[in-house]
T-cell receptor, first 107, second 122 residues
Framework: DIQMTQSPSSLSASVGDRVTITCRAS??????LGWYQQKPGKAPKRLIY???SLQSGVPSRFSGSGSGTDFTLTISSLQPEDFATYYCLQHNNYPYTFGQGTKLEIK | EVQLVESGGGLAQPGRSLRLSCTASGFTFGDFAMSWFRQAPGKGLEWVGFIRSKAYGGTTEYAASLRGRITISRDDSRSSAYVQLNSLKTEDTGVYYC?????????????WGQGTLITVSS
């Protein structure tokens, strides 16, 4: 199985901060990775697909980069509605696997 | 508008079976594979399995931890996908989500249902 190591597991930040979350795959997954935001009691929402493509309707302050084994989600200027848990998901190989999640909290 | 609606959750006893449904609208259901994910209370997300479209044989892939207890099926005439989980265990408790996928980019897990909760308890 491909292990997705996501860091940090939690993060305290302020409105306006720039935030970076990383995922490292245990083997190369090309660009077969998405980033998801989940708020309590809600379904995950896709933010980024194919590692760096912005989902339609998602604010441009979200961006993704990387390919192979190292991937990054960046939020350029945190807004109050961005405080949530974020997951990466690889779909290069079965079983599809998630990172452990990053809980983004208000400082 | 694309919509996915899960149903069939509830309280189930250990050892029993449960079938969840996912009813789709707003897109050509038969053109898409359908996948299920789950999330135990307070935990992360886990892939459960998926079923390919009929164009790709309608075959299935499952998480190894569930193989032997799980069956994913589809009825394109009803725009619905199903997951049946047998020999339920308390660790099957959680919210189950369905999503769609086609290819490796734009349409990969782009829409999710609201989820349906299974509680396995005696």
């Amino acid at each position: 199985d491909i292990q997705m190591t996501q860091s940090p597991s939690s993060l305290s930040a302020s409105v306006g901060d720039r935030v970076t979350i990383t995922c490292r795959a245990s083997q190369g997954i090309r660009s077969d990775l998405g980033w998801y935001q989940q708020k309590p009691g809600k379904a995950p929402k896709r933010l980024i697909y194919a590692a760096s493509s912005l989902q339609s309707g998602v604010p441009s302050r979200f961006s993704g980069s990387g390919s192979g084994t190292d991937f990054t989600l960046t939020i350029s200027s945190l807004q109050p509605e961005d405080f949530a848990t974020y997951y990466c998901l690889q779909h290069n190989n079965y079983p599809y696997t998630f990172g452990q999640g990053t809980k983004l909290e208000i400082k | 508008e694309v919509q996915l609606v899960e149903s069939g959750g509830g309280l189930a006893q250990p050892g029993r079976s449960l079938r969840l449904s996912c009813t789709a609208s707003g897109f050509t259901f038969g053109d898409f594979a359908m996948s299920w994910f789950r999330q135990a209370p307070g935990k992360g997300l886990e892939w459960v399995g998926f079923i390919r479209s009929k164009a790709y044989g309608g075959t299935t892939e499952y998480a190894a931890s569930l193989r032997g207890r799980i069956t994913i099926s589809r009825d394109d005439s009803r725009s619905s996908a199903y997951v049946q989980l047998n020999s339920l265990k308390t660790e099957d408790t959680g919210v189950y989500y369905c999503t769609r996928l086609r290819g490796l980019g734009t349409y990969t897990f782009d829409y999710w249902g609201q989820g349906t909760l299974i509680t396995v308890s005696s």
